[in-house]
């Protein structure tokens, strides 16, 4: 079955970079990779999706391993406001089926 | 605000009981997705719906069933309900058939007692 694997917490230092990793080993060639956040209290935003290529757009990066079983999202300077729970998720290709995963809290500090 | 609505806010009922919950998406979204978020299973996709049709279907109890109207709106519908029901159901909407991105809602606590 599809899977990411995130870890749990990480935490980063304000206007620094952030590295958020996943793993998804048993991605299949026509899977997408999304990325979402939650902020406390709220429902899930989008952040960044992509296929095969990295992908860049106002709010972050996307790089993605050449073999596609691992990406990471980069937030290039991070702020107190992106403190939240990243998620990592998998949309099923040829489907709109979503797999996330548990997700990483990201704490971010002043 | 994304945009997408959903009502109650709140809903605390008792076990074996059927409530109904409500979203209606961003203008001229024609998707239509559910999730329900608990602290043991995290965020699970339920099923998505587009422009009236189901289009994907997740982790979805045959206790649960969705539908989405004419006008796009979405109805929920948990029935038997079980304390383990007991979550934040969201509700997003997305565009068109190559559109990705999808906006969230602000959820509906439901609470079995």
């Known amino acids: 079955d599809a899977k990411t694997t995130q870890p749990n917490s990480m935490e980063s230092n304000e206007e620094e970079p952030v590295h958020l990793p996943c793993n998804h080993s048993?991605?299949?060639?026509?899977?997408?990779i999304h990325w979402y956040r939650q902020l406390p209290s709220q429902g899930p935003e989008y952040v960044i999706h992509?296929?095969?290529s990295n992908v860049n757009n106002r709010m972050a990066s996307l790089a993605i391993a050449e073999d596609r079983k691992s990406s990471t999202l980069i937030l290039h300077r991070a702020t107190l406001r992106d403190a939240a729970v990243y998620y990592c998720?998998?949309?099923?290709?040829?489907?709109?089926?979503?797999?996330f995963g548990t997700g990483t809290r990201l704490k971010v500090l002043a | 605000d994304s945009g997408v609505t959903q009502t109650p806010k709140h809903l605390i009922t008792a076990t074996g009981q059927r409530v109904t919950l409500r979203c209606s998406p961003r203008?001229?979204?024609?998707?239509v997705y559910w999730y329900q978020q608990s602290l043991d299973q995290g965020l699970q996709f339920l099923i998505q719906?587009?422009?009236?049709?189901?289009?994907a279907k997740g982790n979805i109890l045959e206790r649960f069933s969705a539908q989405q109207f004419p006008d796009l709106h979405s109805e929920l519908n948990l029935s038997s309900l079980e304390l383990g029901d007991s979550a934040l159901y969201f509700c997003?909407?997305?565009?068109?058939?190559?559109?990705?991105?999808?906006?969230f809602g602000p959820g509906t606590r439901l609470t079995v007692l």
């Open positions: 048993t991605i299949s060639g026509t899977d997408y």
């Open positions: 992509g296929l095969t």
């Open positions: 997003a909407s997305g565009g068109g058939p190559l559109s990705d991105t999808q906006y």
């Open positions: 998720i998998l949309r099923l290709g040829g489907t709109y089926k979503y797999i």
């Open positions: 719906y587009y422009n009236g049709e189901e289009r």
């Open positions: 203008s001229g979204d024609l998707s």
